[in-house]
């Protein structure tokens, strides 16, 4: 580790609503290192895949990456061309989306459909690019032969490997998991975040792993970015935020997950709702469901902020010495 692949600066992307501007995302900063894995956390409604598809210029109309910069190594892709930006979503950087599995064309073999992902991004001959379709099928655990099968002839687990084999086509430095295991039985998630783990060492790869489901994430991520209604609220590494979790809304996150080692943990739920994000007022977003709360909180937007090296926070209870006292 140590090199950085991804650095998305002060990202702001908006949507245009009947009434009035949503700040779906707002001034989010954070990076990703050369063989990461990076979790990326929050509620449905915060701004995560918005983030995502902001990454790699995705977003469309009545969306608009407002502000901002997202370099993938010296390259900036917000102000890339398109043509730029259609190898690069290849074969620098790809995107497992949550539908990834469902979007396999049911007429066409599996191999074929890998195959083409490379054909269209690669000169590369027919034979290659199933010789690497192949290779790619071991990868994600998939008998090389099974390349002759259809979709239907695959579980949903087998499909959702093929998904991922389809996003590696290329051999991307850095793939964007978008809740891709989302839908998948338990036992069927937690060996595709096996997988991908495992993709992670073999490949150096760097991911972004967003997801609502905090303890599946922190099994396997270096680091966590917690996003709170568009705004990044918490980023440090997993030990940090499974023990030393600065922001209110990080503490209620855990306080809302069963513990399998604990098992008399009590969960407590987060009281309230992820505020409407259209015409937002300067404040902290987390203030209506936060216990410690107070005036600042309502009229003033804290900014993320180192709190101790790497580990950074974005709420006033750290400038101002507020004990955190917590009941749970
Ligand atoms: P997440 O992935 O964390 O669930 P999203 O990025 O999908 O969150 O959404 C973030 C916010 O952006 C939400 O408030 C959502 O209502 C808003 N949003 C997303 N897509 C659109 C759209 N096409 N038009 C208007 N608002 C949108
Ligand atoms: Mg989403």
């Known amino acids: 580790m140590g090199k950085t692949v991804l650095s998305v600066e002060n990202l702001s992307t908006f949507y245009k609503t009947d009434k009035g501007i949503s700040r779906a ?13 990076l979790g990326l956390i929050g509620e449905s409604g915060c701004g995560k895949s918005t983030v995502a598809q902001s990454i790699l210029r995705l977003i469309e109309y009545p ?28 074969s620098e950087i790809s995107v497992i989306p949550q539908s990834a599995m469902n979007a396999l064309n049911p007429v066409h073999r599996i191999g074929e459909q890998i195959m083409e992902a490379i ?3 690669e000169h590369v001959s027919k034979k290659e690019a199933l010789d690497r379709t192949k290779v790619l099928l071991e990868l994600v655990g998939i008998d090389r032969e099974r390349w002759k099968s259809y979709p239907h002839e695959f579980s949903g687990g087998m499909k959702q490997r093929v998904a991922i084999a389809m996003a590696l086509a290329c051999y991307p430095k850095m793939i ?10 338990v036992l069927t998630q937690s060996q595709v975040i096996a997988l991908l783990k495992d993709l992670q060492r073999k490949m150096n ?34 030990d940090d935020i499974l023990h030393d979790a600065r922001h209110p809304y990080s503490r209620a996150l855990l306080d809302a997950t069963p513990d399998l080692i604990n098992r008399d943990k009590k969960i407590v ?31 003033e937007e804290p900014e993320l902020k180192e709190v101790k ?20």
């Open 119 to 121: 054909l269209i991004h």
């Open 269 to 299: 739920s987060i009281p309230g709702t992820v505020p409407n994000l259209v015409n937002i007022k300067s404040c902290c977003r987390f203030h209506t469901r936060c216990p410690f709360a107070f005036e600042r909180c309502k009229v």
């Open 25 to 37: 995302v707002e001034n989010v900063s954070f990076t990703v290192e050369e063989g990461e894995i």
């Open 205 to 238: 790869l760097s991911i972004i792993l967003i997801s609502h489901d905090l303890p599946m994430v922190t099994s396997i991520s270096d680091k966590i970015a917690i996003m709170y209604a568009g705004k990044l609220v918490e980023w440090a590494s997993t």
């Open 309 to 328: 090296p790497g580990h950074f926070a974005a709420c006033f209870l750290e400038e101002e010495n507020h004990e955190l006292t917590y009941t749970s």
């Open 176 to 185: 964007i998991s978008d809740e891709s295991t989302t839908g998948l039985d």
């Open 63 to 90: 969306g608009k990456v407002v502000k901002g910069k997202v370099f993938l190594h010296e390259k900036e892709l917000i102000s890339a061309s398109e043509a730029d930006l259609y190898d690069i979503r290849w």
